[in-house]
């Protein structure tokens, strides 16, 4: 008994904690037969527990590519250095109060934002080169400027041309937003090596030409000053046009410090632009899309027309839920994309008569017949490409959009002026004590626009030479006549189209209002 006791005490103080080892043998039996004063050996291991260790997680890093909002992808983005100086800070105090207008260019932006960032970043360029549509058009597609600039990027002809942006009765690639950012960045690009990588330089002459730059940083070194883009002689839009993206990156990267919200644009794919590889109506385009005209002209911008053209591009930006839908529409319908009439043509018609009352282009129409030159006879059959909607139906063709600009009221009365042999924007001003440039302004034109034979303008006015103008609401009666209402009104009778929208309505309806601006001192109203 005192033996086991002992035992048990000898465990107890050894802290619970106790490894016997066998005893030692002298011989096989001592080692397999225990003695009677030896005892069953065991082996207790009891081992203290192990520190569990804590494993700290890194907060993850969460990349620009990876944000919920495509303007935080772009704020985390931005290199350029915000210079401490008036210009950049009287365009942030702009910017800061005029929250409003940052609504506006977010709304107008959110179809295009994501496709102009991947670009942007596929090149490894600046971010901030993905404001300058917010600079150059506030980010509305149809832009157009006095200078006769185009689109989201705002260029103007010859340069769009140089860039490989076509432009015709169809298509008008400065409005291509996807054709007009690759131009946009190929020239910016361009401009960056001319100005040995100065971005500010580059950009400044994005905006008036790299020949002024070139010379106005010449002209600072010949005199010795510095030739940061702050320190050059430059046009006043040029010298307001770098700090004016300048402030606005540094709102947009601490928008939170200024107070100020930008609505948030989902990062995320929303147009794609596909090929369909043939003409087609847009409304047969919308239709295949399951979607309206109206919306598939806003992201397309660039056709002018009722139909994509007929010689290309046929590319289309399609919102990118819709693309699987319409691609297998237009393989199901392939050559039925656009409308051909059989026309007998009539005595007195010719091609070009024709082709504008089916508004399309006597190219078209004898591509589609196999015509040599404009030659045709009465009688004669012709296969004439058509829309399958009237003019209404394309709200945001370029007829559409003109019309709306041309009847937006600058005056108390409007009158038309149909453009002649020798006219020009300055003559027809001129002829009728009005600015050139708000004549070019009502016409949805730039001053410097060439007019064409048979072109209608319209002429807002408050008086002239004496006339009083009075708005006259006119009811139809039976027997009435355009032509008939104008000369009692003495009016013009196209006037009274235009003042109407009567441009497709054949016939006049007894009991139908008629709006009509007349000079009450020639006729009794």
Sequence with gaps: MYKKYSWALALLLSGCQLTSTEPESTSSEQTNTPTETQQPTTTVTIEEPQPVPVVVEEPKVVTPQEQEDVWQRIAMQLHMTTPDHSKVEYYRKWYIKHPSHLRTVSQRAEPFLYLITEKIEERGLPLELALLPVVESSFDAFAYSHGSAAGLWQFVPATGKAFGLEQNFWYDGRRDVAASTDAALDFLTQLNRRFDGDWNHAIAAYNSGGGRVSSAIRKNKKLGKPTDFFSLDLPKE???????????????????????????????????????????DLAIAAKYAG????????????????????????????????????????????????????????????????????????????SANGLRNNSIRAGQYLLVPTSTQDDAAYALSSSNRLAKIQSTSRGKYKQTHTVKSGDSLWTIARANKVSH??????????????????????????????????????????????????????????????????????????????????DVTKVSV
Excluded: C
């Design 238 to 280: 040029t010298s307001g046009y770098v700090p004016k993206l300048l402030a606005l990156a540094d709102v947009l990267a601490n928008k939170e410090k200024y107070g100020v919200e930008i609505p948030a644009i989902p990062n995320q794919p929303v147009l794609q632009l596909v090929d369909p590889k043939e003409q087609l």
């Design 291 to 366: 979607m309206s005209v109206k919306e598939l002209q806003s992201y397309n911008p660039a056709y002018n027309q009722w139909a994509t053209s007929p010689t290309g591009p046929y590319q289309l930006l399609i919102p990118s839920s819709k693309v699987d839908a319409f691609l297998s529409e237009v393989e199901a319908n392939r050559g039925k994309g656009v409308k051909l009439v059989r026309y007998q043509v009539k005595p007195g018609d010719s091609l070009s008569v024709i082709a504008q009352n089916h508004q399309t282009t006597s190219k078209v129409i004898r």
């Design 437 to 518: 440039k708000s004549l070019a302004r009502w016409n949805g034109m730039g001053p410097r626009d060439t007019l064409r034979i048979g072109q209608e303008l319209v002429i807002w006015k408050n008086s002239s030479d004496g006339a009083i103008i009075r708005t006259v609401f006119y009811s139809v009666r039976n027997g009435d006549t355009i032509s008939g209402i104008a000369q009692k009104f003495r009016v013009r009778s196209s006037d009274i189209v235009k003042w109407n929208n009567l441009e497709d309505q054949k016939y006049l309806k007894p009991g139908q209002k008629l709006k009509l601006y007349v």
